[in-house]
């Protein structure tokens, strides 16, 4: 097995070029296709139930169990099956505190595979790498394919995590997003256990040092958001909030780029260049021009560069404890408000929520946006019982005095092909009264069914438009969707039946209440 070790991204991209991995955009990005899987694929991952850490877990849906067994024969056969291939290696590190820092290595199969890595995690001076000791290794063969008869996978495709060994396994998928959640997965194991929230949020800071985070899933516009010209972008996807403040797990973003424009995010659109890796996107052949706007391959596009492509970034990625935090929800019903102040109380029953809805393409067989509720916003990368992850927040809310709003991104006017997207200007307004205090000097009216208290006026923002209801021309359609959507919430969230009385009576309340 020929190894190459720490290659800088210029070389790695020569290596991606000459073995046909992918081709040279017009602005010297790397564009590339992963194949069948143009997302993440949840029913491949496993955890390893192990007596170590058996009784840590929070099994189920999320985290199935695979044996010992069958993991050590898929990795023997994993490393069998690199052994004649070239590989990449990237000795790297998650975590700007170095307080928590964990050494990471990956060991890649493709050389655009190690160039997504060195861009997304943090990078180490040449004395660390030069003694760099991993405490979590992955190694990525998306070559091999599992056999389930054989091997207990569900498909040909493999992301199994080991907390035991510190060693994650990835096969069957080209998807490179699956080597960045695994470690976001391992990092969400470790920090809570040392008394850090480890978070599915991007962060931002302001001239003053004023930070903020945004929570929300693929699609709700946490990284569009947060990339915020007139603010510092401390990271867009994964943080830490331990007792000093807030740090950035890694050193990258990943941004999904579908429509991506000059007009709505520049400093996304100037970051592909070269050193970026766009995944599915479609490229003239011919100009080598890029066609943000297509969806031929998925609408799971996606950029992957380091964070300093966009101008003025915090470095390194921390910030002080937040002041406001913003929970982003896409809502594909349209009857959602477009902002909401939430108390700690309310803030934890919609961390535990994290309603939105999963739109087309971020993993495989969602054609068309569902409704969804996420734990924590990151339920499929939870290794542990989500009490613990809100149970923190709360906590930090609550000694930390951080404002708290529920934002919509989704649809107003109708539902989901009716409706209209609430447009980026009047999202970016709603946030900037946020963060800037303006929402703390309005009048609030109380949403009975949702159970929230709405502002009736922002700043550039349409008041009618704030009353999500005053936008459809049916009114009773729009009543009726309303209960609908808070039944929604209400069946969810009697998978919470241990949580203090307080947090249930937090949620929605219909008009005609369901019996369970």
Known sequence: MTVYRNLPVPRLVEESITREEGILTSTGALGVKTGKYTGRSPDDKFIVD????????????????????????????????????????????????????????????????????????????????????????????????????????????????NFDKMIGIIGGTYYAGEMKKS??????????QKNVLSMHCSANMGTEGDTALFFGLSGTGKTTLSADPERQLIGDDQHGWSDEGIFNIEGGLYAKCINLSPQDEPQIWEAIRFGSVIENVVIDPLTRHVDFARDDI???????????????????????????????????????????RLDKSQAMYHFLSGYTSKLAGTERGIIEPQATFSTCFSAPFLPLPPKVYAQQLGEKIERHNSRVYLINTGWIGGPYGKGKRISISHTRNIVSGALKGALEEVNYRYDPVFNLHVPESCPLVPSEILNPRHTWENKNDYDLEADKLARRFQENFYNFSHVAPELVDSGPRPRIETIH
């Not at 877990?57 to 050590?72: A, L, T």
């Not at 470690?183 to 809570?192: D, T």
């Not at 003025?312 to 913003?326: L, M, Q, S």
Request: hydrophobic share 40%; glycine share 6%; net charge neutral.
């Open 50 to 161: 192990e007596p170590n850490t058996r009784e840590k877990i929070w099994w189920g849906q999320v985290n199935r169990p695979i044996s010992e067994e069958k993991f050590d024969l898929l990795l023997k056969e994993t490393l069998k099956y690199l052994k004649n291939k070239e590989t990449f290696v990237f000795d790297g590190y998650a975590c700007v505190d170095k307080k928590y820092r964990l050494p990471i290595r990956f060991i890649n199969q493709l050389s655009w595979h190690n160039i997504f890595v060195q861009q997304l995690f943090l990078k180490g001076n040449p004395e660390e790498v030069k003694n760099h000791q991993p405490a979590f290794t992955i190694i990525s063969a998306p070559g091999f394919k599992a056999s389930p008869q054989v091997h207990g996978t569900n498909s040909e495709a493999f992301i199994i995590l």
């Open 183 to 192: 470690i976001f997965s391992v990092m969400n194991y470790l920090l809570p």
């Open 298 to 340: 998925t609408e799971n596009t996606r950029a992957g560069f380091p964070v300093e492509f966009i101008p003025g970034a915090v470095n390194p990625g921390i910030g002080n404890h937040p002041e406001t935090i913003i929970f982003l929800t896409a809502d594909a019903f349209g009857v959602f408000p477009l902002v909401a």
